[in-house]
């Protein structure tokens, strides 16, 4: 069965830094798009970074950009988002996410995403 399991989250201060991973399972990874989203309370939940199948293509959200570094180790089936620069704003479950389209319209919908991880927490203190 498909399995993506986040890890590495936690509380960091602000101005700080933190690397998510998420080891994915049943499924050919390396043909996949991934996805990193967050969800912080009472908000939906938003894009973040994407990653195409060969690592060659990267999307950020203009949130984020400069900050977050989305990348993958397809021989270890692995997606990770390093986060530096930290921001209380920043705090939010983090979820990974896998898509097995060879295309997409909106690469920022969760719509276009077919499996997803159960997240990781995030919590930047001030």
């Known amino acids: 069965q498909v399995r993506l399991v986040e890890s590495g989250g936690g509380l960091v201060q602000a101005g700080g830094s933190l690397r998510l991973s998420c080891a994915a399972s049943?499924?050919?990874?390396?043909?996949?798009?991934m996805g990193w989203f967050r969800q912080a309370p009472g908000k939906e939940r938003e894009f973040v970074a994407r990653i195409n199948w060969s690592g060659g293509r990267t999307y950020y959200a203009d949130s984020v950009k400069g900050r977050f570094t989305i990348s993958r180790d397809n021989a270890k089936n692995t997606l990770f988002l390093q986060m530096n620069s930290l921001k209380p704003e920043d705090t939010a479950v983090y979820y990974c996410?896998?898509?097995?389209?060879?295309?997409?319209?909106?690469?920022?919908?969760?719509?276009?995403?077919?499996?997803w991880g159960q997240g990781t927490q995030v919590t930047v203190s001030s």
């Open positions: 049943g499924l050919p990874f390396s043909v996949y798009h």
């Open positions: 996410a896998a898509d097995r389209s060879t295309g997409s319209s909106d690469v920022y919908s969760t719509r276009v995403y077919d499996y």
